[in-house]
């Protein structure tokens, strides 16, 4: 069983910076995809971004050129750089991972808290 663990969630004010890391239990290179998810209060989890195969990335609307997803393979672990940080990307943050379709691996969430 991979675990999951997030770090890097902090509280920033707006317009700030935070890098997000997950570090697996095991080689990353057994995952199909891997991406970031977030919960705000009384909100549904949405995949915030999303990288697969070949490096491919997608990212929902509301980040597209403020945060940034990479892996290092030698390192196992998963990054997520966030610029221009606003109070609506206040969340818990999620690092997930799928072997296949399904998003089989879950961290245990970090809190990001942006004051305006």
């Known amino acids: 069983q991979v675990q999951l663990v997030e770090s890097g969630g902090g509280l920033v004010q707006a317009g700030g910076s935070l890098r997000l890391t997950c570090a697996a239990s095991?080689?990353?290179?057994?995952?199909?995809?891997m991406g970031w998810f977030r919960q705000a209060p009384g909100k549904e989890r949405e995949l915030v971004a999303r990288?697969?195969?070949?490096?491919?990335?997608s990212y929902v609307d509301s980040v597209k050129g403020r945060f940034t997803i990479s892996r290092d393979f030698s390192k196992n672990t998963l990054y997520l750089q966030m610029n221009s940080l606003k109070p609506e990307d206040t969340a818990v943050y999620y690092c997930?991972?799928?072997?296949?379709?399904?998003?089989?691996?879950w961290g245990q969430g970090t809190q990001v808290t942006v004051s305006s």
């Open positions: 997930a991972a799928t072997i296949h379709t399904i998003w089989d691996y």
């Open positions: 095991d080689t990353i290179l057994k995952f199909n995809a």
């Open positions: 990288i697969g195969t070949g490096s491919f990335t």
